[in-house]
C-alpha cells in the first residue's frame, strides 16, 4: 500500500516579517508538513534563518518541521535543529564528508532523517544510506532560491529512488522540491514521490489562496499517480 501523498509548503515563500501567522495560516489551510529551508550563504548562495527561528516557530504550529539543511558544515548544526523542533532533518552528501555519519547521528538523536539529492547528483549518492535514511529528497531546482523553473530531467531519477525505495522494503518517504505546481505534481506523484514541497506556488496568492493552492497541488498528484497505476 502506498503512502499517502503529503503536501509540505515551503515557508521560503512566505512573508518573513510574519512568519509565525503565516506557519499558522498555511497549517491551518491543509499543510501535512511545514518545510523549512535553512541556508546559509556557503552550501547555497542564500541566507535565510537558523535553529532560533525554527525554535520560534514551534510555538505556531504543531504540524512536522520538514528541516531541509542547505548548510556546510551541517554536523554542528543538526543537533540545533533537532533541539529547537525539526521533526524530520534532510542533508545534503556534499555538506560534509561523513553523510553516513551525520545520518546515524540524526538517528539516534530520535528523528527522522533524509538525505537530498541535487540534480548534478546521481542516484547512487544513496545506495549506501539506504538502510539508514527515513526519507530521500530528490530537487528539481538547483538549491538556493523559491520561484525557479521545474527541471524535468530529474523525474527520471525520481523513478530510480522509488526503484531503490521499493528494493529496499522499507518505510522510506520520497520527496519532491523545486518548482512543483500543479501543472508538474501529477508527473512527480506518478514517478513515485509521496512528499511534494511546494512555496511559490502554495503562497502566490496571499493568504486567502493557501488552502486553494493546497488543495489544487494534492489533486494533481493524487490524479497523476492514479493514472500511473492504471
Ligand atoms: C530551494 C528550496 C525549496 C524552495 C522551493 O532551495 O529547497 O524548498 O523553497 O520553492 P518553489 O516551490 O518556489 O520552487
Ligand atoms: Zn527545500
Known amino acids: 500500500m502506498a503512502n499517502d501523498i503529503l503536501i509540505a509548503p515551503s515557508l521560503l515563500a512566505a512573508d518573513f516579517a510574519n512568519l509565525g501567522a503565516d506557519a499558522a495560516a498555511v497549517a491551518d489551510a491543509g ?28 510555538k505556531h504550529s504543531d504540524k512536522p518541521f520538514d528541516a531541509h539543511l542547505m548548510i556546510e558544515p551541517v554536523d554542528m548544526f543538526a543537533p540545533e535543529f533537532i533541539q529547537a523542533g525539526a521533526d524530520w532533518v534532510t542533508i545534503h552528501p556534499e555538506s560534509g564528508a561523513h553523510a553516513h555519519r551525520s545520518i546515524g547521528h540524526i538517528k539516534s538523536l530520535g528523528k527522522k532523517a533524509g538525505i537530498a539529492l ?3 547528483t546521481p542516484v547512487e549518492a544513496i545506495d549506501n544510506v ?23 530531467s530529474q523525474v527520471a531519477k ?12 522499507r518505510d522510506v518517504r520520497l520527496e ?48 497523476g499517480r492514479a493514472d500511473a497505476a492504471a
Open 130 to 152: 539506504m538502510d539508514m535514511v527515513d526519507l530521500v529528497l530528490v530537487m528539481t531546482v538547483n538549491p538556493g532560491f523559491g520561484g525557479q523553473s521545474f527541471i524535468q
Open 31 to 58: 499543510a501535512d508538513w511545514l518545510h523549512l529551508d535553512v541556508m546559509d550563504g556557503r552550501f547555497v548562495p542564500n541566507i535565510t534563518f537558523g535553529p532560533m527561528v525554527v525554535k520560534a516557530l514551534r
Open 158 to 169: 525520481i523513478a530510480a529512488v522509488h526503484e531503490r525505495i521499493k528494493g529496499s522494503g
Open 176 to 223: 519532491v522540491d523545486g518548482g512543483v505546481t500543479p501543472a508538474t505534481a501529477g508527473a512527480v506523484a506518478a514517478a513515485g514521490a509521496d512528499v511534494l514541497v511546494a512555496g511559490t506556488a502554495v503562497f502566490k496568492d496571499g493568504r486567502d489562496g493557501l488552502a486553494r493552492n493546497i488543495q489544487a497541488i494534492r489533486d494533481a498528484a493524487e490524479a
Open 118 to 120: 541535487n540534480p548534478g
